[in-house]
């Protein structure tokens, strides 16, 4: 069995503005490298993990994703 995450929704926010806020619109293209890199290695954890942040790096790059009040997870 697999042991649940304990990064919350919040600290996936929080990666994300990090990563935008030091590379600006390359982090997307750091975390699209970290997918197929994760994916090579056959890590479909980490890879999914990483697909996930891509998904809010492209939401905080674009606007729709704010830095700061409630998630809500779709």
């Known amino acids: 069995m697999t042991p649940r995450s304990r990064i919350t929704p919040e600290d996936i926010r929080s990666i994300a503005f990090v990563l935008v806020d030091r ?7 750091y975390a699209d490298q ?5 994916e090579a290695l056959g ?3 980490r890879a999914g993990a990483w697909r996930a942040l891509k998904s809010v790096v492209e939401d ?6 704010q ?5 809500r997870l779709h």
């Open 34 to 38: 970290a997918v197929g890199e994760m």
């Open 43 to 45: 890590d479909d954890a």
């Open 60 to 65: 905080a790059l674009a606007g729709r994703l």
């Open 23 to 29: 590379h600006g619109a390359r982090a997307l293209g």
């Open 67 to 71: 830095r700061d009040g409630a998630i």
